[in-house]
């Protein structure tokens, strides 16, 4: 049959007839990497705005094991983008753009707007399944792609008539997998252990900023985990302590010591990631005033079985400036959104190197590169 490409996603009536699919058996060389799938209503036509995102399943096929539900999750979305000018807060709330952004830029005369997220803490989605709502797995749990008659078991009414199967393809390893999305209409879902999980308030040091009270501190947990059930670990546990809103200050890799003393070694000695610029004189990311003048404020969070979203506004001199941090078991990744007033570049950021070990002469121009400009 014809290459697949990544994400592929079709349609399954329950009672339909098609030709055998080759069978294929998942993937492994990148197993722990996550998956996410943007929704939009080319590919979710039965589904978009009328389906409850929180009663959407993953189930996965395996020839010895049969059926089994995966961990998954649906993040929301605002549907437009808003606009983040001020902090957004319930005292607040953000406002809506009079227009899309051109491309990837903002529109210039009603300032920044994005698509933010529906921060719902450790519950689960609150609304229908909208475009722009991501849905998040990882792709070790991609298995068997089966033909459209093989169903998963259950009640009558328990699931829809309709099923959705996403092909997730390692074309670089020749892989490929199948996971299938349900949708509850009846009986009892299984109970998914979460992979990762947010404590908000972590160390018990919360940032003293605006909102006033707001645990803008925390910690990110996840368990050592073995994807594919053979024994052998594929991510390592991890934990990540914040000071603020802004700063890191404890990654702990191999054990979790959520709060304890913990033997293992403080990977924030051994490494640690800076930014730069020359010209300016401000250096405290973290801004705290409790005044009422510029400071970050912790928007919130989404815990969810697969992976946590962070959700910050607002650095020194950047009241607009935002940045999202994504945690999965073993990946950790954060998106900015520098927004300041007019600086004097350049601006770098770069891994902080100890001399004694490298030729600085030869890699710092590596690693230290940045914008330019003002």
């Known amino acids: 049959m014809e290459p697949v490409p990544s994400g592929w996603i079709s349609i399954s009536p329950r009672r339909s007839l098609s030709l055998s699919l080759t069978t294929l058996a998942g993937i492994d060389a990148r197993k722990r990497e996550p998956v996410v799938v943007k929704v939009d209503s080319s590919q979710f036509s039965q589904w978009i705005d009328t389906v409850d995102a929180a009663a959407v399943e993953a189930w996965v096929y395996d020839s010895i094991a049969g059926w089994s539900i995966i961990p998954f ?31 990837s830029l903002p529109p210039n005369t009603i300032g920044p707007c994005e698509v933010i997220y529906e921060l719902t803490g450790e519950g689960p989605p609150a609304g229908v399944l909208s475009k722009n709502d991501e849905m998040v797995f990882l792709a070790g749990y991609a298995g068997s792609c089966i033909s459209p008659t093989n ?98 200050d404890k990654w702990m890799i191999g054990e979790t010591c959520q709060g304890q003393p913990c033997p293992s070694q403080d990977m924030i000695d051994l490494f640690k990631y800076r930014i730069e610029s020359p010209g300016e004189t401000e250096r405290n990311w973290d801004l705290q005033d409790p005044d009422g003048g510029q400071c970050t404020n912790f928007r919130g969070y989404i815990d969810g079985p697969v992976r946590v979203v962070r959700d910050v506004q607002g650095s020194a001199s950047g009241g607009t400036t935002r940045k999202i941090e994504f945690a999965y078991p073993g990946e950790f990744a954060r998106r900015v959104y520098l927004r300041v007033h007019p600086v004097q570049g350049p601006i770098y950021t770069y891994p902080d190197l100890l001399e004694q070990n490298v030729n600085t002469s030869l890699s710092a121009k590596i690693f230290k590169a940045g914008y330019t400009g003002s």
Do not use: K
């Not at 957004?88 to 709330?93: D, N």
């Not at 259950?154 to 949708?183: K, P, S, T």
């Not at 991510?235 to 809103?245: I, K, R, T």
């Open 73 to 103: 999750q649906v993040d929301e979305m605002s549907n437009e983008p808003v606009s983040v000018l001020g902090f957004i807060t319930e005292e607040s709330p953000s406002r809506e753009c009079e227009s899309e952004p051109s491309g």
């Open 151 to 248: 169903w998963v078991p259950g009640q009558q009414g328990e699931f829809a008539d309709y099923r959705y199967r996403i092909l997730v393809a390692d074309q670089e390893n020749a892989e490929m997998g199948c996971v299938y999305l349900y949708r509850r209409t009846g009986g009892t879902s299984s109970t998914i252990s979460d992979l990762i999980d947010y404590h908000p308030t972590g160390d018990g040091v919360p940032a003293n900023c605006r909102p006033v009270g707001t645990d803008a501190c925390g910690a990110i947990i996840s368990g050592a985990l073995d994807i594919d059930g053979d024994a052998v670990i594929d991510s390592p546990a991890y934990q990540l302590d914040f000071y603020g809103n802004w700063t890191i």
